[in-house]
């Protein structure tokens, strides 16, 4: 316990340590003293004169640091792409029939006009034989893309309840990306789609350039 008198603790007499600043006064404090407040006007205040113009140069580096990491980190923030919230009305422009490439074939794709916030799309991919592969039955609301893939024969690949989907990360008005896969409007009549492909050992980007049918 430390005893005022004679500063005292376990025994031990403590040195004092003078002009320590508490609240807005100076006292000497015994060793160990409780944690307390110093501020940094008064800290560099008690530096002996010959030392201030060291002291103060280091902090007008350490402000002109500082700020140059500020302005370089506004500098390596990313470009907006005007983000806008999600509306299935400003994606009418993928309404209509497209026509395109991608997996070393043809692709073709259909979209339906918006009904209650969703809109329905058909995908089928010809290979280069001029053989139909696959079917996918699609669609896009505010959450993302959804869809199930189905045989020449309509047999499903995925079982009666699951279903395939690409989560919204982000929408403007002439691109939607989604967790794997972006549509993006290049023109009125021609769109991108970037599919991230990973089959757990290799992972690339299918990159389908559809052009409208009969625009």
């Known amino acids: 316990m430390l005893k005022k008198q004679g500063y005292v603790y376990q025994g031990k007499p403590l040195k004092l340590v003078p002009n320590v600043l508490v609240g807005n006064v100076c006292r000497d404090l015994p060793v160990p003293p409780k944690p307390c407040r110093i501020e940094i006007a008064d800290l560099f205040s008690t530096f002996p004169a010959q030392l201030?113009?060291?002291?103060?140069?280091?902090?007008?580096?350490l402000f002109i640091l500082g700020l140059a990491v500020s302005i370089l980190s506004l500098s390596e923030a990313p470009a907006s792409i005007d983000e806008i919230p999600f509306d299935i009305n400003d994606y009418t422009w993928l309404v209509g029939s497209w026509e395109g490439d991608g997996f070393g074939g043809v692709s073709h794709e259909t979209w339906e006009k918006p009904i209650n916030g969703t809109m329905m799309g058909m995908y089928r991919h010809?290979?280069?034989?001029?053989?139909?592969?696959?079917?996918?039955f699609?669609?896009?609301?505010?959450?993302?893309?959804h869809l199930k893939h189905f045989n020449p024969d309509l047999t499903g690949w995925?079982?009666?309840d699951d279903i395939i989907s690409f989560k919204m990360i982000r929408s403007s008005k002439d691109n939607i990306e989604m967790e794997g896969l972006t549509y993006e409007r290049i023109s009125d009549s021609e769109i991108e789609i970037r599919l991230v492909m990973d089959d757990g050992s290799d992972q690339h980007t299918e990159i389908f350039r559809m052009k409208k049918a009969n625009p």
């Open 52 to 61: 201030s113009p060291i002291f103060i140069a280091m902090k007008t580096f």
């Open 158 to 160: 995925e079982e009666k």
């Open 126 to 136: 010809i290979n280069a034989k001029g053989e139909l592969v696959f079917y996918e």
């Open 138 to 145: 699609l669609l896009l609301d505010e959450t993302g893309l």
